[in-house]
């Protein structure tokens, strides 16, 4: 069963902006809020990496190569997560995953969404 859905990829070029959407369909109010989820990517011959995280107390880390270029927000009531990624440049490409942490269940992926970025 699918948990978590991204949306939201595309190509764009240098110094455009992209917003991504990760929905939580099955979760329930509670579970998603209580969740702590995060956004990671996948460069093309990459390890997975760290983007962004929010913590269920809103708390937020960003990594080092997307300080003040990108945002990570959630939207409990609609249980939503989004990664607002503004001044791409080409090596933000990659497939990007969203992450979710929940406390009476594990972990989970979603599919993942190709963010491709043109020089």
């Known amino acids: 069963q699918v948990q978590l859905v991204e949306s939201g990829g595309g190509l764009v070029q240098a110094g455009g902006s992209l917003r991504l959407t990760c929905k939580a369909p099955?979760?329930?109010?509670?579970?998603?809020?209580?969740?702590?989820m995060a956004w990671y990517r996948q460069p093309p011959g990459k390890e997975r990496e760290l983007v962004a995280s929010?913590?269920?107390?809103?708390?937020?880390v960003y990594a080092d190569s997307v300080k003040g270029r990108f945002t990570i927000s959630r939207d409990n009531s609609n249980k939503k997560i989004y990664l607002q990624m503004n001044s791409l440049k080409p090596e933000d490409t990659g497939v990007y995953y969203c992450?979710?942490?929940?406390?009476?269940?594990?972990?989970?992926w979603g599919q993942g969404t190709q963010v491709t970025v043109s020089s």
């Open positions: 929010i913590t269920s107390d809103r708390d937020i």
């Open positions: 099955r979760n329930i109010f509670s579970t998603f809020s209580a969740s702590d």
């Open positions: 992450y979710q942490s929940r406390r009476d269940s594990g972990v989970y």
